[in-house]
């Protein structure tokens, strides 16, 4: 199935790209492979502020990394033109902000796998790392990097 009329029947639109908030770039290619930088969660056009197990359940959690995964695909649709050229993500690195004592950062993770895997279908299908950590810039509750295979 197209990328965007899989997207469409799960009733997302992309939004604009996020543009960097330092000295970096949302997304570098070299050969077939795209690296997308760290994007933070965003609710409402806003820093989506929160620390897991603390102000922040794991469902809301997930809800986040679901949004920083369209947000990522909207960043790799500014870089590529067309989604329908990505051959596999690769690999998703996630960061949550998170107490001491919280472990569910694969469950919150969740939010952003199960999108892709909803998107691309097998090719959605990735590698992972889920971080917890003490503090994410801007205080998000998550950040999430990707690499992507293409055509």
């Given at each position: 199935?197209?990328?965007y009329?899989?997207?469409?029947?799960?009733?997302?639109?992309?939004?604009?790209?996020?543009?960097p908030a330092?000295a970096y770039v949302?997304?570098?290619q070299?050969?077939?492979?795209v690296?997308?930088?760290?994007?933070?969660?965003?609710?409402?056009?806003?820093?989506?502020?929160?620390?897991?197990?603390?102000?922040?359940?794991?469902?809301d959690?997930?809800?986040?990394?679901?949004?920083?995964?369209?947000?990522?695909?909207?960043t790799?649709?500014?870089?590529?033109?067309?989604?329908?050229?990505?051959?596999?993500i690769?690999?998703?690195m996630?960061?949550?902000?998170?107490t001491?004592?919280?472990?569910?950062?694969?469950?919150?993770?969740n939010?952003?796998?199960?999108?892709?895997?909803?998107?691309?279908g097998?090719?959605?299908?990735?590698?992972?790392?889920a971080?917890?950590?003490?503090?994410?810039?801007?205080g998000?509750?998550?950040?999430?990097?990707?690499c992507?295979?293409?055509?």
């Open positions: 199935m197209n990328v009329d899989k997207l469409a029947s799960l009733d997302i639109e992309l939004p604009n790209a996020a543009a330092a949302m997304s570098a070299t050969g077939n492979v690296y997308l930088s760290g994007h933070i969660a965003k609710r409402d056009g806003a820093v989506w502020v929160g620390k897991l197990g603390a102000t922040m359940t794991t469902e959690g997930k809800t986040a990394a679901r949004q920083v995964a369209i947000d990522l695909l909207a790799l649709h500014t870089h590529l033109g067309d989604l329908n050229r990505v051959t596999r690769v690999k998703v996630s960061l949550v902000n998170s001491l004592d919280y472990t569910e950062q694969h469950l919150v993770t939010g952003a796998s199960e999108l892709l895997a909803e998107v691309f097998e090719r959605g299908r990735h590698a992972r790392s971080f917890g950590v003490a503090q994410i810039p801007l998000a509750c998550v950040e999430i990097e990707a992507v295979e293409v055509s």
